[in-house]
C-alpha cells in the first residue's frame, strides 16, 4: 500500500517512531512521559509515568515548560535546544522539536523528537526563536545581502510589502538596522556565515 494522504491514518506511525534512531517521546496534558521509543530509553532512561521537567536540567525548566504549554493551546511548533539529564546523570543537549498531538480536535498531549548535540554545537534560546516562518524567510533574505527589490521578487510580494515585513522583522528583534540582525543571527547560528553579497550590507533605517 503507498502511503497517500486518504490511507496514511491505518500505516502504522508508531512503529516508525520506535525505530528513529533518535529519541521520540509523548507527553500527556499533565506532563507526564505516556510513550517513548528505544532510542529515548537507552540515551535517557525509562521515564514513563514521570514529570518531564524532572528530565530537564534546572536552568532550562522554565523554557520547557513554555514550550509545553505553547502547544497545549495549539500553538506552532519551534525548534529549539535543551539541557537534559541523561540516564547516569550527566548534563546533554538536545535539538527539540515537538508538535501538539491531537485526538479529533482535541489536543491530548505533546509528541516530540529530540537530537542530541555536540556541547560546542549547542545553541543558546534567543530573540529569534521566536520569529513567524515569514520573519524567517526574510531573515535568511537579508543575510544573502538582498536589497528590499530583490526581496520582494523572492517573496512575490509587493516592494513596499517586502519593507513592512523588514520593519516587522526590527521590530521583533529590537535591531536598529538590517546589519544589526544579520549579526545577531550569525551570532546565534541562526544563519550560515556572511557570503560575499552579504559582507556587503550597508547600516540601513528600519524605515527602508
Known amino acids: 500500500m503507498k502511503p497517500t494522504p486518504e490511507n496514511l491514518a491505518k500505516l502504522d506511525l508508531t512503529r516508525a517512531l520506535e525505530d528513529l534512531a533518535a529519541p521520540a517521546y509523548v507527553i500527556d496534558r499533565d506532563g507526564r512521559f505516556r510513550w517513548l521509543n528505544r532510542a529515548y530509553v537507552e540515551l535517557l532512561g525509562d521515564r514513563r509515568g514521570k514529570p518531564f521537567a524532572d528530565l530537564v ?3 532550562d525548566r522554565g523554557l520547557a515548560r513554555t514550550n509545553f504549554a505553547r502547544k497545549l493551546v495549539g500553538n506552532t511548533t519551534r525548534i529549539f535546544d535543551l539541557t537534559v539529564l541523561d540516564r547516569a546523570g550527566e548534563r546533554l543537549t538536545l535539538r527539540i522539536t515537538s508538535a501538539p498531538l491531537r485526538q479529533q480536535e482535541d489536543i ?3 509528541v516530540g523528537i529530540g537530537f542530541p548535540l555536540p556541547a560546542a554545537t549547542a545553541r543558546t534560546p534567543s530573540v529569534l526563536d521566536d520569529l513567524t516562518p515569514r520573519q524567517q524567510e526574510v531573515l535568511r533574505l537579508l543575510a544573502e545581502g538582498l536589497e528590499t527589490p530583490a526581496i520582494a521578487r523572492r517573496l512575490g510580494v509587493a516592494d513596499e510589502t517586502a519593507r513592512n515585513h523588514i520593519r516587522a ?6 535591531a536598529h538596522s538590517r546589519l544589526e540582525v544579520v549579526l545577531l543571527a550569525l551570532k546565534h547560528g ?6 560575499e553579497a552579504g559582507q556587503q550590507i550597508q547600516q540601513a533605517p528600519a524605515e527602508d
Not at 522583522?169 to 529590537?174: F, K, N, P, S, Y
Not at 541562526?190 to 557570503?195: A, F, G, S, W
Open 57 to 59: 536540567a534546572p536552568e
Open 108 to 110: 491530548v498531549g505533546i
Open 169 to 174: 522583522l526590527l521590530r521583533a528583534t529590537g
Open 190 to 195: 541562526v544563519v550560515p556565515n556572511l557570503t
